[in-house]
C-alpha cells in the first residue's frame, strides 16, 4: 500500500514522538495520526514537526490509554475523519518505581500493570474495527529488553530499576501472542528501542530516541520482506529478532 494511517500513542514526546519523526522522514506520504493525553501537547509536537520540514498529514487525538471511555472518544474522532487504521503503534507507557517492600507498591504495580498492560487489551481490541478496514492490519508493541526470560536468565540486563515495568513488558510480551492466537489477521509485533535517552529514565539512556525508533520504521515499511510476529530490535545497524 502507498500510504498508511499510522496511530501512535505517546506521541508527543520521548520514543513516540521519535516514531512519528522517523516514520515521517522515511514515509512522508502517511498519515500520522498523534495519541497525546492533552491535545496542546500534541499541537506542540505537531509544528516541532513542521519546523523539522516534515509535509506529512498530521492529526493530534487525545487519549488516555488507561480510560475507556477516552479510548472510544478517540476512536469516534478518528471514525469520522479516516476510514480505517493500518498500523497501531502501542507506545505510551509508565514505570512505577516503588519496589515490593515498600508501601504503596499495590497500588504502583496495579498502576503499572494497567498503563502497560491492560490498556493494551483495550486499546487493541477498540481498534479492531479500524485496522480491519485495512488490507493488512498491523499492530506494533513497544516492547523492552527487560521483558525477555532469556536476558533475565543469563545475566544480559543492568540492574532492575522497576519490577513492575519488567513485569509488565513480559506480560505485554504474552498478551500479545494471546491476541494474536484471537486475531489471526492481524500483525502483531513487539519491538525493542533499546536504551534511550528520554524522560523515562531521567535521560541516562545511551541511544538517541530516533534510533530506537528505527525498529518501529523497518517493521512498518514495505521492504519486500514479511517479517512475521516476533520480538524485534534494531542494533548495530541490523535488524534481528531476539529470543525471548
Ligand atoms: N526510554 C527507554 O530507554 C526505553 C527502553 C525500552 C522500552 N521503552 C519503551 O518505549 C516507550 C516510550 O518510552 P519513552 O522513553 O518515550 O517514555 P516517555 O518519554 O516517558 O514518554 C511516555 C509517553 O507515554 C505517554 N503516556 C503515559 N501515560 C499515558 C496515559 N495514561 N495515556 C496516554 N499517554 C500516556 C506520555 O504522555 P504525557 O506526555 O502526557 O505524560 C508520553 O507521551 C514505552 O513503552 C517504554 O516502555 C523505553
Redesign the pocket.
Request: glycine share 14%; aromatic share 6%; charged share 15%.
Given at each position: 500500500m502507498s500510504t498508511k494511517i499510522v496511530f501512535v500513542?505517546?506521541?508527543?514526546?520521548?520514543?513516540?514522538?521519535?516514531i512519528v519523526q522517523a516514520l515521517s522522514t522515511r514515509f512522508p506520504n502517511n498519515t500520522y495520526l498523534l495519541?497525546?493525553?492533552?491535545l496542546s501537547?500534541g499541537q506542540e509536537a505537531i509544528k516541532t514537526l513542521q519546523s523539522l520540514g516534515l509535509a506529512s498529514t498530521f492529526h493530534a487525538i487525545e487519549?488516555?490509554?488507561?480510560?475507556d471511555s477516552?479510548i472510544q472518544t478517540a476512536i469516534s474522532s478518528i471514525s469520522a475523519q479516516h476510514p480505517r487504521v493500518d498500523v497501531l503503534v502501542?507506545?505510551?507507557?509508565?514505570?512505577e518505581r516503588t519496589k515490593p517492600s515498600e508501601p504503596g507498591f499495590r497500588d504502583s504495580c496495579n498502576k503499572t500493570l494497567n498503563?502497560?498492560v491492560t490498556?493494551f487489551f483495550s486499546i487493541t481490541s477498540a481498534f479492531l474495527p479500524l485496522l480491519h478496514a485495512s488490507p493488512r492490519p498491523h499492530i506494533i508493541?513497544?516492547?523492552?529488553?527487560?521483558a525477555s526470560m532469556y536476558k533475565q536468565t543469563h545475566a544480559q540486563l543492568p540492574p532492575t530499576a522497576s519490577i513492575p515495568?519488567n513485569v509488565?513488558?513480559t506480560a505485554l510480551n504474552v498478551g500479545m501472542l494471546e491476541m494474536a492466537k484471537l486475531e489471526p489477521g492481524v500483525l502483531f509485533q513487539a519491538a525493542?528501542?533499546?536504551?534511550?535517552?528520554?524522560?523515562?529514565?531521567g535521560w541516562t539512556?545511551k541511544?538517541d530516541?530516533l534510533d530506537?525508533a528505527r525498529v518501529v520504521v523497518e517493521l512498518v515499511g514495505d521492504e519486500g520482506k514479511e517479517w512475521g510476529m516476533g520480538f524485534w530490535e534494531f542494533e548495530e545497524e541490523r535488524m534481528g529478532r531476539v529470543e525471548w
Open positions: 500513542t505517546g506521541a508527543n514526546r520521548g520514543i513516540g514522538f521519535a495519541g497525546v493525553r492533552s501537547n487519549i488516555d490509554i488507561t480510560s477516552s502501542n507506545n505510551a507507557a509508565i514505570a498503563a502497560n490498556s508493541n513497544i516492547s523492552s529488553a527487560r515495568y509488565s513488558k525493542s528501542p533499546g536504551h534511550c535517552k528520554t524522560a523515562f529514565n539512556g541511544r530516541p530506537g
